[in-house]
């Protein structure tokens, strides 16, 4: 299931311990306690929180859900049916995992997210699945650690399909780009999510073109 942000809503940007103690999950007390060591450990403030038993792993992603604006995602509740969008290498580096679309033929695509779930991210995950219509949830480190096993282990992996040809094949891959007339930071996007693919704008903007052409068959 996905869970929306409570209808708390702090007056300025909180730090995840202010905000556990603002939606009453630990006291002040305990977040001291906890901050000491937390910064002798290094470790992430909510695991050592977990650890102690001050508070549950779905109340850190509640604070969390609420601090990033985001709802929340069971993703070890979820069919993960539309996985495959995301390249392995991509979804590993990102922490990040297209898990479902709303309905049959629709061009929304459901994409999870661990924390921080910074603008980067979901930019370059744009780029790669080529949608304009995505939406962004939040799931929690280990989940999405068991989905990306469920789907990229050999024994969930999918053979590789050969994809259609784009036009303008010969075309340099900075001469496709500049020729869609996309703003710059779209083209920045596209050039940063081909460097961490280690493969050429035009194949980003080739895969993005595949995404969308699929779907309209699927109408």
């Not at 609420?66 to 539309?82: A, K, Y």
């Not at 996985?83 to 290498?89: E, F, M």
């Not at 590789?160 to 075309?171: D, F, G, K, S, Y």
Request: with cysteine; aromatic share 4%.
């Amino acid at each position: 299931m996905i869970t929306s942000p409570t209808s708390f809503r702090p007056t300025q940007k909180l730090r995840l311990g202010e905000l556990m103690v603002q939606l009453g999950f630990l006291t002040q007390a305990q977040l001291d306690g906890t901050l000491s060591q937390q910064k002798s450990s290094g470790a992430f403030l909510g695991r050592v929180m977990v650890a102690k038993g001050l508070c549950s792993e779905p109340q850190v992603m509640a604070a969390l859900s609420n601090q990033l604006g985001l709802p929340f995602v069971d993703l070890d509740s979820r069919e993960l049916r539309c996985s495959g969008l995301l390249p392995h290498a991509f979804a590993k580096k990102h922490r990040a995992i297209a898990f479902e679309r709303p309905g049959i033929g629709s061009d929304e695509v459901l994409v999870a997210l661990t924390a921080p779930a910074k603008l980067d991210t979901q930019d370059a995950v744009r780029a790669v699945i080529g949608k304009s219509k995505l939406r962004f949830a939040l799931a929690s480190d280990a989940a999405l650690d068991r989905a990306l096993i469920r789907v990229y282990s050999p024994e969930a992996e999918a053979p590789v399909l050969q994809a259609p040809i784009i036009p303008e094949v010969a075309a340099e891959p900075a001469e496709i780009v500049a020729r869609l007339d996309l703003s710059p930071r779209t083209q920045d996007v596209i050039r940063r999510a081909a460097a961490e693919l280690s493969i050429t704008p035009r194949e980003v903007v080739r895969r993005a073109m595949e995404s969308w052409a699929s779907t309209r068959r699927a109408r």
